[in-house]
């Protein structure tokens, strides 16, 4: 499947961002989403992920209560509704797909990668 994030940009502290992720194919709704994101210097960490159907959610302890995801199989999407964005939270937002049923935070099971989206959270 291939992804495209969007929505990324610049906001105040305590401010929202919603990001999406548009994907191609037709099995879309056969594959866990997450979300990761990547800071200068940093690895690549776990966001958030959400099942086939979109009934569970798996979050980052980091962002739980202030972030979440969401899944429109319809419209081949899925979403990043960010609340309370923290300085900490600047990076580099990436989407991706598994295939296979289980939520994970490991970057090497998703397959599939969108390019990304900056989102700078200034104080």
């Known amino acids: 499947v291939q992804l495209q994030a969007s929505g990324g940009g610049l906001v105040q502290a305590g401010g929202s961002l919603r990001l999406s992720c548009a994907a191609s194919g037709r099995t879309f709704s056969r594959y866990v989403m997450g979300w990761f994101r990547q800071a200068p210097g940093k690895e690549r960490e776990f966001v958030a992920a959400v099942s086939w159907s979109g009934s569970s959610a798996y979050y980052a302890d980091s962002v739980k209560g202030r972030f979440a995801i969401s899944r429109d199989n319809a419209k081949n999407a899925v979403y990043l509704q960010m609340n309370s964005l923290k300085p900490e939270d600047t990076a580099v937002y990436y989407c991706?797909?598994?295939?296979?049923?289980?939520?994970?935070?490991?970057?090497?099971?998703?397959?599939?990668w969108g390019q990304g989206t900056q989102v700078t959270v200034s104080s």
């Open positions: 991706a797909a598994r295939a296979g049923m289980g939520l994970t935070s490991t970057p090497y099971e998703y397959k599939d």
